[in-house]
């Protein structure tokens, strides 16, 4: 079969859009197939329907991989301001929430109208509802047997995705792609996703679901200091998210849950000026009442302030700044919002993101293993490595 383009993209979120405009606007001839009934489905609901679609303060430094170096070149070659240009030329209003994470003002269907009009103009056909059966590669040709016909492509980019949030169509398809041409794929698992409890932890929390305040979470040498929320079945929040992506079952999981402050010094303080009152009553004015009261039930003795001495405020203060988090697993795919492990970058070129093994087969975005923090760092990877693979197919 000869070929009927000069690339084919499987997949239409992210990454697969941003190759194929990329490679359009080159004057290739791109389809992209798509198995959703519309593209950017992740993106859609991303961000709470406002899109985090990047981080300004972008670095290597803020993404996982077996090989930490892989991710270096493309996001050197495309970068936040890149993909900020590409919004203000589409009047996208957006601004900066927190620590440079941007957020369309609007609507998050903005940016995949954006990426879409992109592809239209660069001549780039889209097909949704198209289901891949089988794909086959001979004499320098990729070959799909789709739901809508055959296609053909002496380049092949596969942007599947991982497996986190099924509901939204994810599926490992990708990886058995890889596999099928002879690459390995590390063990997958779910990336920043809440933490459940189990037994008398779950016991101890669970009423208090919905209860949210500041902490830092700490993994080994890892560190988040954001909002942790309670929820029926274990912890979810921003930290928790970001502290989920380095922990795994077994690990020691410790929460500071008073991150503003040196706990021994507020609480000898706090013992100076309110010696009558109750430590719950002080914990009340740093936490929220119900936990405070919580801790005061199961983990610290509730006594007026004065009733402490020196050893037993130094133990209470310990305890505040090294709270112990015993979390039994984590919420899995069904709410993860990304996929840690997948496509081996060893088989694949940091700057081009085609394939070691198999000329024209190209891989990007989430199916590779290359996972981003919390905050817009998966989009980035996205733009950064489909525009890699879209100026090298």
Known sequence: MAPTHDVLV??????????????????????????????????????????N??????TPANFLSANPHFCKSALARYTPAHFIDMVE??????????????????SSKLIVTMLVDECLAAGVRIE??????????????FRLDTSLGRFAAPSLVVATGGLSIPSMGATGFGYELARQFGHDVLP??????????????????????????????????????????????????????QISSYWQPGDDLRLDLLPDRDALDWLEAQQRQRPDAE??????????????????????PNRPMKQFN??????????????????????????????????????VSSSTMMSRHVP????????????????GYNFQWAWASGHAAGMAV
């Not at 949704?128 to 040709?141: M, W």
């Not at 199916?367 to 919390?374: A, E, I, P």
């Open 188 to 241: 997958t698992r779910a990336g920043l996703v809440p933490l459940t409890l189990s037994g008398k932890h779950q016991e101890r929390l669970a009423d208090l679901s919905g209860v949210s305040f500041p902490v830092e979470a700490r993994c080994g040498k890892v560190r988040f200091r954001n909002f942790m929320l309670l929820t029926h079945r274990g912890v979810s929040g921003p930290s928790i998210l």
């Open 10 to 51: 499987i997949g239409g979120g992210a990454a697969g859009l941003m190759t194929a405009l990329t490679a359009g606007q080159r004057g290739l001839r791109v389809l992209v197939v798509e198995h959703a009934n519309k593209v950017g489905k992740k993106i859609l609901m991303s961000g709470g329907g406002r899109c």
């Open 279 to 300: 430590l719950k009553t002080v914990l009340s004015d740093a936490l929220p009442r119900r936990f405070a009261q919580r801790l005061c039930e199961v983990w610290l």
């Open 360 to 375: 024209g087969l190209f891989f990007v975005g989430e199916v590779l293993d290359v996972t981003g923090w919390l905050g």
């Open 53 to 58: 679609f990047t981080n300004a303060g972008t």
């Open 89 to 106: 030329r589409h009047r996208i209003a957006y601004h900066e929430k927190e620590l440079g994470q941007l957020f369309c003002d609007v």
């Open 128 to 141: 949704t509802g198209c289901s891949v059966q089988q794909v086959e590669q001979a004499d320098g040709v």
């Open 310 to 347: 020196a050893p037993q405020l130094k133990e209470a203060a310990a305890l505040l700044a090294d709270w112990p988090l015993v979390a039994s697993g984590t919420e899995g795919y069904r709410t993860a919002e990304v996929t840690l492990g997948g496509v081996d970058t060893d088989g």
